[in-house]
Structure formats: structure tokens, C-alpha cells
């Protein structure tokens, strides 16, 4: 699972551009899933319609792999967020998503999850729970230090297995040409 501290801190673009470099491995089949129900942005990065995605999946009785969008290069599928985005929390406790999550990790190699921030949504901590572990993305110079660390304890205390942080759009105020030197 990849998620952020505060919104807008980056979590969909390091979430796609990580799936996107794993799956030009030819040999590996990825799965990328906006499982960020408040604020869906994946169906944007790849421009394919949302409509049909987790949250359908989740209610419905349709066969899972109509829900899946091939996308990119090599073996990069995504599943959006769906259509119906009220009630998110009860989506990701019930055992249908505990079921859903253990069939999609036998089908792929790797099933990445874009989820929404840790201090703004409870979805982020119970999702945290149910995976193999998390990616916290932090905003240089925007995420104050009390932020990141009140993430990184929410995420602790779901039992979360924090795998690293990120620290998104650094700023390089020293030219280039002389880090190049240090």
C-alpha cells in the first residue's frame, strides 16, 4: 500500500509511476489499485473511465476480471475506484475485500494499492492492516515534521508493516553541478 501523509502529497503519481516501472518486467503481471474512494486520481493519470472499478467489485456480483483495465506497457493492469464512493470504511472491513485482496494476490506478482491519507481517512489504517506493507509518501518542505510522525504512529498502531517513507518533490537550492562534486 502506498499512502501520504496529507492530501496532495503525491501518493497516486509515486503509486503509478512504481507500478509502471515494475511491470516492464514482461514476466510480471501488476495490479494497481485506487483504492482511494474520497479522491480517485489513477483514472485520470491513465485516462480510462472510473466508473467500473473497486467499489463495483465490491458490491456486485460480476465477474472480477471485467473490472480490470489493462494499461500501459507490459503486464500493467489497474482496477479504478468504481462509481459509487459513499461509505468507503465498511468497503474495506468487510471479508468480501479480505477475499478479493487474497484472489488478486494469487492472479498477479505485485498488487500495489494508491490509498488516501493516513491523518484524513480511517480507510488508509485498515487497509495498513490487511497488507504485506506501506509506503509513506511525504511533500518536501509542505508535510511538517508533526504530520509525518502522527502518520507514521497511526500507521503503527493498525499494525501496519511501514516498509519506508518517501520524501516527495525535493527541492535541490544548491546547482546541480556541484552535488555532482560532493
Known amino acids: 500500500m502506498i499512502t501520504g501523509a496529507a492530501h496532495g502529497d503525491g ?35 491513465f485516462k480510462i473511465d472510473y466508473n467500473q472499478g473497486l467499489s463495483n467489485l465490491m458490491t456486485q456480483e460480476k465477474e472480477e476480471a471485467s473490472f480490470f483495465k489493462k494499461v500501459g506497457r507490459g503486464n500493467l493492469y489497474l482496477l479504478p475506484c468504481g462509481g459509487n464512493h459513499t461509505g468507503a470504511l465498511p468497503l474495506f472491513e468487510s471479508n468480501r475485500f479480505d477475499q478479493t485482496l487474497k484472489k488478486m494476490r494469487d492472479k498477479f506478482d505485485y498488487v500495489l494499492l494508491d490509498s488516501p491519507p493516513v491523518n484524513d481517512c480511517a480507510e488508509s489504517r485498515v487497509i495498513a492492516s490487511k497488507v504485506d506493507g506501506v509506503i509513506l509518501v511525504i511533500e518536501s518542505g509542505k508535510t511538517r515534521s508533526q504530520v509525518a510522525v502522527k502518520a ?19 527541492k535541490y537550492h544548491i546547482p546541480e553541478w556541484i552535488y555532482k562534486r560532493l
Not at 503519481?13 to 494497481?32: E, M, P, Q, Y
Not at 497511526?154 to 518517501?166: F, Q
Open 11 to 45: 501518493t497516486s503519481f509515486t503509486a503509478s509511476s512504481f507500478a509502471t516501472t515494475l511491470a516492464r518486467d514482461c514476466r510480471l503481471k501488476v495490479l494497481l489499485i485506487d483504492a482511494n474512494l474520497r479522491f480517485p486520481t489513477l483514472h485520470e493519470v
Open 152 to 170: 507514521k504512529q497511526e500507521l503503527e498502531d493498525a499494525g501496519a508493516n511501514i516498509l519506508g517513507v518517501i520524501l516527495n518533490r525535493r
